[in-house]
């Protein structure tokens, strides 16, 4: 099987991460669905979503691109926007970023299944412009009660504009990432989004650091 090195450098990162610092929490592994996350509200919710004419955006799109993974997870991470094979699918983070998303989750000894994965916007802008700020105020809402409904323990923000956006900061992305937020009753981590890994592979050690900041706060051994 021929690896890029791309995913090896991640293995390495990962075995490295295993070896040194596991502490997997029996307290993360017995963790239950006790915090009564209802599905079916976030399914409504959805349907919602899927017919939404708030914006411009609803003219141009192909999908709605509400979120996808476990409706009770205690990891959510949050992107910018849908883009082009993610609009065609209707999922996120399908594309070459989300293909190192879904590496960075293995990384962290968890998979796409365990961990909810939503954007701040949910239709593609075209040509993958920057959200209006008019985009953004209308699909807010969304974004709020998915989080709302998931009650995750960890939130990940994944690049400048989702880190920006939820707290209403201008800060640089250097000056966010790897700190810890409260954001509607989650502690907040900002990352780098994997589409600027992709292309800064010197941001990808400060990104690790930042995933393994996320899992100790899932397992909880860092608070
Ligand atoms: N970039 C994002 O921010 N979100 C996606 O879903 C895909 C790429």
Redesign the pocket.
């Known amino acids: 099987m021929n690896e890029s090195p791309d995913l090896l450098e991640t293995l390495a990162l990962a075995r490295d991460f295993l070896a040194r610092e596991i502490a997997y929490a029996p307290a993360s592994i017995a963790r239950m669905n006790d915090r009564g996350s209802d599905s079916d509200s976030l399914t409504i919710l959805s349907q919602e979503a899927c017919s939404c004419q708030k914006c411009g955006l609803a003219r141009t799109r192909t999908s709605v691109?509400f979120g996808s993974g476990r409706t009770d997870a205690d990891l959510v991470f949050i992107?910018?926007?849908?883009?082009a094979?993610?609009d065609r699918q209707g999922?996120?983070?399908?594309?070459a970023?989300?293909q190192l998303?879904t590496r960075m989750i293995e990384a962290m000894g968890l998979t796409r299944e365990d961990v909810y994965?939503?954007?701040?916007?949910k239709c593609r802008p075209p040509n993958?412009r920057d959200p209006k700020p008019d985009e953004i105020a209308a699909c807010q809402p969304y974004l709020l009660q998915q989080i709302e409904q998931i009650a995750p323990v960890v939130i990940c923000t994944?690049?400048r504009?989702?880190a920006q956006t939820l707290l209403q900061t201008t800060e640089s992305m250097g000056r966010l990432r790897g700190k810890i937020f409260e954001y509607q009753g989650a502690k907040l981590v900002p990352t780098y989004?994997?589409?600027a890994l992709l292309r800064n592979t010197q941001w990808k050690r400060p990104a690790w650091e930042d995933l393994k900041l996320v899992r100790k706060l899932y397992d909880g051994t860092e608070i």
Do not use: D, K, Q, S
């Open positions: 691109v992107g910018e926007a849908p883009g094979e993610e999922l996120p983070f399908v594309g970023a989300g998303l994965i939503a954007n701040v916007i993958n994944l690049g504009f989702a989004h994997p589409a």
